[in-house]
Every structure is written in structure tokens, then in C-alpha cells.
């Protein structure tokens, strides 16, 4: 049963703690109200985001009104409360790296204007929520073959889980460490104090200097995409599942799996910004899947690697306005486009002298699928129904040029042009569909079309006529209701129209969609994959990673 005192949020008040290997989402009562572990696709220990049972929330006592900000180049987030006697602070973490199979929560209340007085509430519920920890001693508990242990809360007593008022004085702190393992804990418990020090090191570690058009947007896009990289060099999609891009329009999915388009956009824009890290890793984990699977390469797999599971639905309420899942069926689709995507990212590890030896054998086997399953019809870009979708071609046109192997990459801009052309001059969805489309905006942006070429001209300015309102880009028409009816508008779209019309010369324009488009966010900066622009408000799964990709990229690329 979900606890009623932390019902769901907006999703602009909600911050994500990472580690690579799990995250956690937080709200503004200071509730931990998603979290899965040990890895990112496995079963939620908190699960109030979704209506199911689990929660960890640190709460002032006292009416207060909230704040919080992320310390500069890290996903160390600071709850911030003012209260009517003070000012308390929840500085907050997930261990950094994190271990495989091992998550530590770090909590530090701090009582920074007078008494911090705060309720705590430990009710972590493996299983999404179906099974419920009996805690012992001071305290440790298991369940569902994952182990709990709690230090810093001695004085807690059973209730929804573990509860604890707690009174830290003016000007100290009191910390609170969670462990969770898929195997009992061995030793003490870690120091606090040297648990902190090791993650801000590790943070200042993986982060680059980074010099943009906005250095602390595109740093905090680098340190998101960074806590959704695992060791294994792949990025999840999102940390949640299942909420609503469309109230009650059966449009929820499950995004914690690695979209290898999605991990090639980490690695194009990371390069675009010099920052080398977040591109090795997409070349590894992208290169080690086209090795093993070749021509059959899947659009997405777990953060192992492995096969995404089917889906299914989950026994609980869902988020309001959505329903709950978990596995995706993308797992059954073909998208040829990701060949293109994974030869333009190899290609940008080559230009950086990144690309290794099984890399140079990635990209063969990329070049050899490309040539083997180009006349195959696809789910594409936005994962619909099989097509010849024009995106899709011409992409893989784009990544077969970035390579040097420009004699095939003319014949599928020749073939695609001669069934995918517009009367009116431009590139059209598809042959059986004359429609325009916001993927129809990356050829010309990856260079399987000069950016002068009449046919890209001619379909930025369609697509700039019939699919943009008020410095917001939508997909493509679903039907002939006005845009914003039928879906968001989609954040990733905008930032290719600002890399678009920055790549036609036209700054201003280019800067404005830039400045439109990232700060469609909330406190915590975190951009979701659509934007209800008349409500204001973010839908869908969160973070998404392939919108702070294109923000890192634009964030670089405005910069030239």
C-alpha cells in the first residue's frame, strides 16, 4: 500500500540521485519515492512514484516551503527547506561509482538556521512493494534475496517501515547511511564522512572542463549522462518507467534499458565537447553489441547487455494518469537507422584517435549491415509500424560518408531521393507517406546531405512552417488537430532545429530555439522527452538522456 503522505509530484519537482548503476528519484517532501535495485532494470525497492509501497523520505516537521539545487558538476543534490523557525538542508547522494551489486544511500541532515527537526521514514519494499523487510537489530533486514542495512537511526521504531523524529541542533548535521546488496553486508558499516569525500573525488574525477555557450547546463547534461553509464559503458534511457507522455492515451513505456541510438547520441555530443570519457564508453558498449549480434543488432538492451525483457504489466495504480509496466517490446523491432548512428559514432572516436582495435571491427561489421539489410523495412527512428523510412536510409547514407565509404552512401541518397522526395522539393517520411517529420531534419545535420543542398533547405523551412509554435518543435501530425493535442512538444526536436538553423548561418535564430528548449526543466534541471507547453509541464520518463545528449551537443556546437 502506498503511504499517503508523499503522494505523487509534477514531474518538474522531482531530482534524480545516480551512481551508474542504479539511480533514485527525489521529490520535494524529501521522499525517495523510485528506486531500483541492485541494477537499473531490476525490481523497485521504492515504488510510490508508481502507486506502488516503499519509501525513504527525510521531512521537516514544521510547515516549510522547499528548494534544492545539485552541487556543480556532480549528482549530489541539496534538499533545501525553510521552514517557520529556520532553514534545514538534506544533502543527498548515491555512493559514486557505484558498486554492481551494491548501492549505499547517503543522507546528511543539516540544521543550517536554527533546530533541524524532521521526520524519517525507512520502508524500502523489494519486489515492487510486494515483499516487506522485517528489520532487526540497529538495523539490518532482508528480502527477496536483496540485504538492508540502516546506520544512524538507532532511535527508529517500527511503523511504515522504520520511523524516527529526529532533532539535530543548530548549526550541526546527522547522517543517515542506507545500504542495499544482493548479498549480506560483510564488515562494519562505511564511515559517513569518508564515504562523502570519496564521492566528491570520484565526481571531480569523471568530470571535464567543458567550454560552451552554457557551461553549467552542459556540465550538468554531462554529469546526468554520466550517472546513467554503467560500468559496462552503457546509458540507460531514463531512470523511471511508465510515466505518461499523454494522460490516459496508453503512451507509457519502460526506459531503463540502453537504446543504442541513444548511446550513440551520448557519444557524438561528448565529442562535439571534448569530453572523452562518456564517448569511450558509448564506442565500447555499442562496438561489444555489434560484434556479438552484427546485421540482427538490437535497438536496445539491458545495462549488461543482455536481451530487454518482455513487457508486462505491474499490479500496481501507475503514476496519475498512466498505468505501470515494466520490460519493452522494442526488444522485437529492427531499426536500421542505429547501423548510422554507430558508424557516425565510431567515426567521431577515429577523428579523436579513440577507436581501438575492436572498434575498427565494429565499424566493418557496421558497414557490412548496412549494406545487407538497407532495403528492409524498419520501425525508425520513433519506433512505429515497418517502413522504408527516409530517416532511417539516409542516416545510415550519413554514417557510411563519416567513414570514407562515400560510393555506397551515394547510391542510398540516389535511391532514397528517387522514392522519397517531396513534389515539393524536400524529403517526405517516407514513399507511401508524404508527410514531414522532425527526423527528416538529421541528414542534413550528419552529412549525409551538404547542409546547401536544396532538399535540406527546403525541409527545414516545411518543418519550420508546419511543425514548430511558439519556439517548440513537434515530431510529425498525428491527425489534423492542432499540434500540442496529441503529444508534447519534443525537446530533442528543438535542439535539432537550433543545430539546423545554427548549421544555415542563421545564429540568432539557432540560439533562441537553444534557449527555448533547455530551460523546459525544473529546479532540478532534469529534462524529460516532452513538454506540455500550454500546462508547462514535463511528460514522460525522466531523465532522458538523449535530450541532455543533444543539449551537451548544441551547447558545443553554438559555440563554434
Known amino acids: 500500500m502506498n503511504d499517503e503522505r508523499y503522494p505523487a509530484q509534477v514531474l518538474r519537482e522531482y ?14 517532501r524529501g521522499e525517495l519515492c523510485w528506486m531500483c535495485a541492485p541494477h537499473w532494470d531490476s525490481d523497485a525497492i521504492f515504488a510510490s512514484l508508481i502507486g506502488g509501497a516503499g519509501v525513504y523520505a527525510v521531512t521537516p516537521r ?12 556532480s549528482l549530489i543534490w541539496r534538499s533545501r527547506w525553510v521552514t517557520t523557525t529556520g532553514i534545514i538542508e538534506c544533502r543527498e547522494a548515491l555512493a559514486f561509482p557505484g558498486e554492481r551489486g551494491r548501492a549505499v544511500l547517503l543522507r546528511r541532515i543539516i540544521a543550517r538556521h536554527g533546530d533541524a527537526r524532521v521526520q524519517v521514514v525507512c520502508d524500502p519494499r523489494p519486489g515492487f512493494g510486494v515483499c516487506r523487510p522485517r528489520f532487526r537489530g540497529a538495523w539490518e533486514a532482508d528480502g527477496q534475496d536483496l540485504w538492508f542495512r540502516w546506520t544512524g537511526a538507532e532511535e527508529a521504531r517500527p511503523g511504515h517501515g522504520l520511523e524516527l523524529e529526529l532533532t539535530v541542533p543548530a548549526g550541526e548535521h546527522h547522517d543517515l547511511v542506507l ?21 566528491e573525488q570520484a565526481w571531480g574525477r569523471a568530470m571535464p572542463r567543458l567550454h560552451t555557450i552554457a557551461d553549467r547546463d552542459a556540465h550538468h547534461a554531462y554529469a546526468v549522462m554520466r550517472g546513467l553509464t554503467g560500468a559496462d559503458g552503457g546509458m540507460v534511457a531514463a531512470a523511471t518507467t511508465s510515466l505518461p507522455e ?7 513505456y519502460d526506459y531503463r534499458y540502453v537504446w543504442i541510438r541513444d548511446q550513440c547520441y551520448a557519444g557524438l555530443a561528448s565529442a562535439a565537447a571534448g569530453a572523452y570519457p562518456l564517448l569511450d564508453d558509448a564506442v565500447r558498449f555499442v562496438g561489444a553489441r555489434l560484434l556479438e549480434d552484427g546485421p540482427h543488432l538490437k535497438p536496445a538492451y539491458t545495462g549488461t547487455g543482455g536481451p530487454v525483457p518482455e513487457q508486462r504489466r505491474l499490479d500496481l495504480p501507475g503514476y496519475p494518469g498512466g498505468y505501470d509496466l515494466a520490460g519493452n517490446r522494442v526488444t522485437h523491432q529492427f531499426q536500421l537507422d542505429s547501423f548510422g548512428d554507430a558508424l557516425l559514432l565510431f567515426a567521431a572516436a577515429d577523428r579523436h584517435d579513440r577507436l581501438d582495435a575492436d572498434g575498427r571491427r565494429a565499424l566493418r561489421t557496421a558497414v557490412a549491415a548496412v549494406e545487407e539489410r538497407r532495403r528492409d523495412p524498419d520501425a525508425g527512428i520513433w519506433e512505429l509500424d515497418d517502413r522504408a523510412w527516409t530517416h532511417s536510409r539516409l542516416n545510415c547514407a550519413a554514417g557510411l560518408r563519416a567513414v570514407g565509404e562515400n560510393a555506397p552512401a551515394d547510391t542510398i541518397v540516389a535511391d532514397t531521393a528517387a522514392h522519397a522526395t517531396h513534389p515539393s522539393g524536400r524529403w517526405q517520411r517516407a514513399p507511401d507517406d508524404p508527410r514531414i517529420d522532425g527526423a527528416l531534419l538529421l541528414p542534413a545535420i550528419r552529412g ?11 525541409t527545414l523551412n516545411a518543418y519550420l512552417a508546419a511543425l514548430t509554435e511558439d519556439g517548440y518543435a513537434y515530431r510529425f501530425r498525428h491527425d489534423d488537430r492542432p499540434l500540442g493535442e496529441t503529444e508534447g512538444a519534443f525537446l530533442l526536436c528543438g535542439f535539432l532545429v537550433a543545430l539546423a538553423t545554427h548549421q544555415q548561418g542563421d545564429v540568432p535564430t539557432a540560439l533562441r530555439w537553444f534557449e527555448r528548449n533547455r530551460a523546459a526543466c525544473g529546479p532540478a534541471g532534469l529534462l524529460a522527452e516532452e513538454y506540455d507547453v500550454t500546462q508547462r509541464q514535463m511528460r514522460g520518463n525522466l531523465p532522458q538522456a538523449f535530450v541532455h545528449a543533444l543539449l551537451l551537443e548544441c551547447a558545443a556546437r553554438l559555440n563554434e
Open 15 to 28: 531530482a534524480l540521485l545516480a551512481d551508474g548503476e542504479r539511480g533514485a528519484v527525489v521529490g520535494p
Open 62 to 73: 514544521e510547515r516549510f516551503v522547499w528548494g534544492g539545487a545539485y552541487e556543480p558538476g
Open 179 to 199: 545500504e542495499i546488496a544482493d548479498r549480506p553486508p560483510r564488515g562494519g558499516p562505511p564511515d559517513a564522512g569518508r564515504a562523502w569525500h570519496a564521492t
Open 246 to 252: 499523454r494522460s490516459e492515451a496508453d503512451r507509457n
Open 448 to 458: 549525409a546531405v551538404p547542409a546547401g543542398d536544396p532538399r535540406s533547405k527546403r
